[in-house]
T-cell receptor
Framework: KAGVTQTPRYLIKTRGQQVTLSCSPI?????VSWYQQTPGQGLQFLFE???????NKGNFPGRFSGRQFSNSRSEMNVSTLELGDSALYLC??????????????FGDGTRLSIL | QKEVEQDPGPLSVPEGAIVSLNCTYS??????FMWYRQYSRKGPELLMY????GNKEDGRFTAQVDKSSKYISLFIRDSQPSDSATYLC??????????FGSGTQLTVLP
């Protein structure tokens, strides 16, 4: 069974630009969550999607947004990039469903560097 | 105070040693707990998942949860050089949002 796939693996952008990252969940998984990982702050939750709806959002500015498609694939977008946005962006998928707490499985992430 | 506090390490042990990794948490609403292993340039890999107090064993790995003292541990028996990685504890609740510890970097020396 294929795992969580994230593309691209590496990305270099400059300040002020915007970026879109993609995530394909494990087949059959309907919940997709996004996390930001930095050396200083560790892993921090961005948002979670289920059935094309955002169910939960972390404490990040509105420049960070996402969406989910009917096939459960997800994208996240960061606009007006800042130097502090340099991080590893991780996507995790789980079976999802109301009231369930299924384990989350992570992809290998997209390494975003802002110049 | 962070919601999940993890022993920072780094930790270096000889091959074959028993490794103990520890975390504490502050929110009693936490319902389930996980341990992830992360190799350099890779995403976190789920090792253990548990939602009750007590021990859960999987091969060389044992996860221990004590909800009364808000303490979670991961034990690795017969540690191998391939176990060298960063270990992350995490807790989850109804919101399906995971809160992670800062990670402990482990090196197992051959």
């Amino acid at each position: 069974k294929a795992g969580v796939t994230q593309t691209p693996r590496y990305l270099i952008k400059t300040r002020g630009q915007q970026v879109t990252l993609s995530c394909s969940p494990i087949s059959g998984h309907r919940s997709v969550s996004w996390y930001q990982q930095t050396p200083g702050q560790g892993l921090q939750f961005l948002f979670e999607y289920f059935s094309e709806t955002q169910r939960n959002k972390g404490n990040f500015p509105g420049r960070f947004s996402g969406r989910q498609f009917s096939n459960s694939r997800s994208e996240m977008n960061v606009s007006t990039l800042e130097l502090g946005d340099s991080a590893l962006y991780l996507c995790a998928s789980s079976l999802g469903g109301t009231g369930t707490n299924q384990p989350q499985h992570f992809g290998d992430g997209t390494r975003l560097s802002i110049l | 105070q962070k919601e999940v506090e993890q022993d920072p390490g780094p930790l270096s042990v000889p091959e074959g040693a028993i490794v103990s990794l520890n975390c504490t948490y502050s929110n009693s609403a936490f319902q389930y707990f996980m341990w992830y292993r992360q190799y350099s340039r890779k995403g976190p890999e789920l090792l253990m998942y548990t939602y009750s107090s007590g021990n859960k064993e999987d091969g060389r790995f044992t996860a221990q949860v004590d909800k009364s003292s808000k303490y979670i541990s991961l034990f690795i028996r017969d540690s191998q050089p391939s176990d060298s990685a960063t270990y992350l504890c995490a807790r989850g609740g109804d919101a399906r949002q995971l809160t992670f510890g800062s990670g402990t970097q482990l090196t197992v020396l051959p």
